[in-house]
C-alpha cells in the first residue's frame, strides 16, 4: 500500500511558478514509479509527467516539456514538480500517483494509488 499527499496547490499569474509537492509512505521511490496528472473541470485526466521505478529517470508530456520538472527528496519520501511559465489552460486539479508497473507507465490506469489532488489555478 502507498499513502500520497499532494500540497503547494493555489493562485498564481499567467507566466508564475508554483511547486506542489507529494508525500508519500508505506512503500519506498525505489520500487515504484511516480507520476503527476492534472484534470480540468469537464475534461479527461491528463499524464503530465513520470520518474520510472528502476532508473529514476523522468518523462514529461509535450506540453510541459522544458517548463516542468520532477525530481524527488528521498529523505523526506517526497516527490516534487516544479512548473514554471503556467498558462491559464493549466488550470486543473493536479494529483500524484504511484504505479507498480516495472515499465514507464503514462495512463491513468497503469497507476495503481492516487493522492486526493491540488487545485492550481491559473489566472489571465
Given at each position: ?8 496547490g ?9 511547486r506542489?509537492s507529494?508525500?508519500a509512505s ?8 511516480m507520476?503527476?496528472f ?8 491528463e499524464f ?6 528502476r532508473?529514476?529517470?523522468?518523462y514529461?508530456a509535450?506540453?510541459v ?22 498558462k491559464?489552460?493549466e488550470?486543473?486539479v ?5 504505479s ?9 490506469d497503469?497507476?495503481d494509488?492516487?493522492g486526493q489532488g491540488?487545485?492550481?489555478t491559473v489566472?489571465?
Amino acid at each position: 500500500q502507498v499513502q500520497l499527499v499532494e500540497s503547494g496547490g493555489g493562485l498564481v499569474q499567467t507566466g508564475g511558478s508554483l511547486r506542489l509537492s507529494c508525500a508519500a509512505s508505506g512503500r519506498t521511490f525505489s520500487s515504484i514509479a511516480m507520476g503527476w496528472f492534472r484534470q480540468a473541470p469537464g475534461k479527461e485526466r491528463e499524464f503530465v509527467g513520470g520518474r520510472t521505478w528502476r532508473t529514476s529517470s523522468t518523462y514529461y508530456a509535450d506540453s510541459v516539456k522544458g517548463r516542468f520538472t520532477i525530481s524527488r527528496d528521498n529523505t523526506k519520501n517526497t516527490l516534487y514538480l516544479q512548473m514554471n511559465s503556467l498558462k491559464p489552460e493549466e488550470t486543473a486539479v493536479y494529483y500524484c500517483a504511484a504505479s507498480t508497473k516495472r515499465y514507464t507507465p503514462v495512463r491513468a490506469d497503469e497507476f495503481d494509488y492516487w493522492g486526493q489532488g491540488t487545485q492550481v489555478t491559473v489566472s489571465s
